[in-house]
Every structure is written in structure tokens, then in C-alpha cells.
């Protein structure tokens, strides 16, 4: 199972919006509404953020949304914080009843 | 407070065996399956293993398959991972996470993680 395919980096002004995208195959993103994004600031533990394509966990901010086209998801970032800096992964259950992580973004605040 | 604590990383010479344990606290262990993903030094995630709540259905990824076996044990609210034949590949921390369940149904994401135990193989 090959490593879904993230952009290497993503940067932005606060107050901004950013957009990560998370691109599998029709036998994971594509074939499943089973996408999540986790956050992970260096030296912890990752932290989910959204589930099931564009549902957000109790506790985590609005300003983060997810959506998916095809085999393509995405994690959008709105109102950028200095805090939102960290590496972010998408992952989604695949047809081998397996999961997938993505490559990862690290997410820098200008 | 819901918390994983991950224990029994070390080092070990390829070819060697070593037994992570998982120690689960806060919530009813026996609700949930667990998962292990692992994180190779300054690289992505990548999920390893994963079992249902009464260990009756497990998971590998195709890295893993044949060398590595999960386990849990309800009694003691742990999670286990054997790892035999180890590579140099395997060297990564590794994490023991819950999988999200929601009203009763299984979420495939997962919610809480532990801060994970450093697994070394190097001769």
C-alpha cells in the first residue's frame, strides 16, 4: 500500500487560509468516506482533527474543515494561527482493510 | 484522564525479537479496537498493525505480515505487539492508538495516542 501523496509544505500569513491536499487511489480515498487529518507539533503524539472526511472531533477548532472530489481530500485552514504551525497527515482506510497515512505537510505560519 | 503508555522499546540486533506493551487507562478498554502506527525518525506515519475489542480480528500491513503479531489482553487493559525478525527497517517510534467510536459505531480514525516507545535495530 503506497503512502498517500501530500505537498511537502504549505505556508501562510495569519489570518489566511491554506488548503493540503491528501491525493490516494480509488481503493482508498477515493473508494471510502474514511479520510482523517491528524496534527502533530514536534516531539508529541499526533492529534485527530477530522474524521470521516469533514467531521470535526469535540474540541477542535472550526477554523479546520476537510472535504474530498474524487480521490482527492482536503484539509482547508481558515483564519491561520501561530499555533496551527506542525506537520499534518491525512490517512483513510483502504480496500485491504488496512489503513494509509499520507506523506505529511509541514504547515509553516509566516 | 483517558491516557496509552507505551513501554518496552529498546535496542536489538537485526534479526532479533522484542514485545511493545500498551497500558490503557481512563476509559472502558474492552469498547475499542486499538491499532499500532509507527514513526521512523524525521519521516511520516505509517500504520502497522490493528485488533478489534475482543482481539478476534487483527490486521498487518504487507511491512509487518509473518513477522509481527498484536495481541491485547481486556483483564489487564493492554495492547501487545510481538516483533520478531526485525529490520533496520522497523526502527521507528511506535505509537499504540484507540479508534474512535461514536454512539456505538466504529470510526475508522483514531483518537487517542500514546507518546510511543523507541524501537532501535542496529548491530
Known amino acids: 500500500q503506497s503512502a498517500l501523496t501530500q505537498p511537502a509544505s504549505v505556508s501562510g500569513s495569519p489570518g489566511q487560509s491554506i488548503t493540503i491536499s491528501c491525493t490516494g487511489t480509488?481503493?482508498?480515498?477515493?473508494?471510502?468516506?474514511?479520510v482523517s487529518w491528524y496534527q502533530q507539533h514536534p516531539g508529541k503524539a499526533p492529534k485527530l482533527m477530522i474524521y470521516?472526511?469533514?467531521n470535526r472531533p469535540s474540541g477542535v477548532s472550526n477554523r479546520f474543515s476537510g472535504s474530498k472530489s474524487g480521490n482527492t481530500a482536503s484539509l482547508t485552514i481558515s483564519g491561520l494561527q501561530a499555533e496551527d504551525e506542525a506537520d499534518y497527515y491525512c490517512s483513510s482506510y483502504t480496500s485491504s482493510s488496512s489503513y494509509v497515512f499520507g506523506t505529511g505537510t509541514k504547515v509553516t505560519v509566516l | 484522564e483517558v491516557q496509552l503508555v507505551e513501554s518496552g522499546g529498546g535496542v536489538v540486533r537485526p534479526g532479533g525479537s522484542l514485545r511493545l506493551s500498551c497500558a490503557a487507562s481512563?476509559?472502558?478498554?474492552?469498547?475499542?479496537?486499538m491499532s499500532w502506527v509507527r514513526q521512523a525518525p524525521g519521516k511520516g506515519l505509517e500504520w502497522v498493525s490493528g485488533?478489534?475489542?475482543?482481539?478476534?480480528?487483527?490486521g498487518y500491513a504487507d511491512s509487518v505480515k509473518g513477522r509481527f503479531t498484536i495481541s491485547r489482553d481486556n483483564a489487564k487493559n493492554s495492547l501487545y505487539l510481538q516483533m520478531n525478525s526485525l529490520r533496520a527497517e522497523d526502527t521507528a517510534l511506535y505509537h499504540c492508538?484507540?479508534?474512535?467510536?461514536?454512539?456505538?459505531?466504529?470510526?475508522?480514525?483514531?483518537?487517542?495516542w500514546g507518546q510511543g516507545t523507541m524501537v532501535t535495530v542496529s548491530s
Open positions: 492508538a484507540r479508534v474512535l467510536v461514536l454512539g456505538g459505531v466504529i470510526v475508522k480514525a483514531f483518537d487517542i
Open positions: 470521516d472526511v469533514s
Open positions: 485488533i478489534n475489542w475482543n482481539g478476534g480480528s487483527t
Open positions: 480509488s481503493s482508498d480515498v477515493g473508494g471510502y468516506n474514511y
Open positions: 481512563g476509559f472502558t478498554f474492552d469498547d475499542y479496537g
